[in-house]
Nanobody, 116 residues
Framework: QVQVVESGGGLVQPGGSLRLSCAASGFTLDYSSIGWFRQAPGKEREGVSWINGRRGTTVYADSVKGRFTISADNAKNTVALQMNSLKPEDTAVYYC?????????WGQGTQVTVSS
């Protein structure tokens, strides 16, 4: 069964850090792309960051460049998103996303709340 499952998230104060993890099963990162999207209340889902598992190339949304870092462990088939210098506007449900053989797979989502 192909799936991606997130872990991490929670409540953090502005300026703080959080780390999200995503475990992929049923497909290998070596031949896929995987990453993170987020959706804030009342807003559309937006791409945050993703990585090409074969090339290791990464993409970041302008809003998170310099603050977030995505990394993949192909041996463990996992991807992580290190989020630093968090801002209230980063508050959203974060979804792990993977694409395999042209099909998109989504995790169940994990809440990230940045608030004092």
């Amino acid at each position: 069964q192909v799936q991606v499952v997130e872990s991490g998230g929670g409540l953090v104060q502005p300026g703080g850090s959080l780390r999200l993890s995503c475990a992929a099963s049923g497909f290998t990162l070596d031949y896929s792309s995987i990453g993170w999207f987020r959706q804030a209340p009342g807003k559309e889902r937006e791409g945050v960051s993703w990585i090409n598992g074969r090339r290791g190339t990464t993409v970041y949304a302008d809003s998170v460049k310099g603050r977030f870092t995505i990394s993949a462990d192909n041996a463990k088939n996992t991807v992580a998103l290190q989020m630093n210098s968090l801002k209230p506007e980063d508050t959203a449900v974060y979804y792990c996303w993977g694409v395999w053989r042209g099909v998109n797979y989504w995790g169940q989502g994990t809440q990230v709340t940045v608030s004092s």
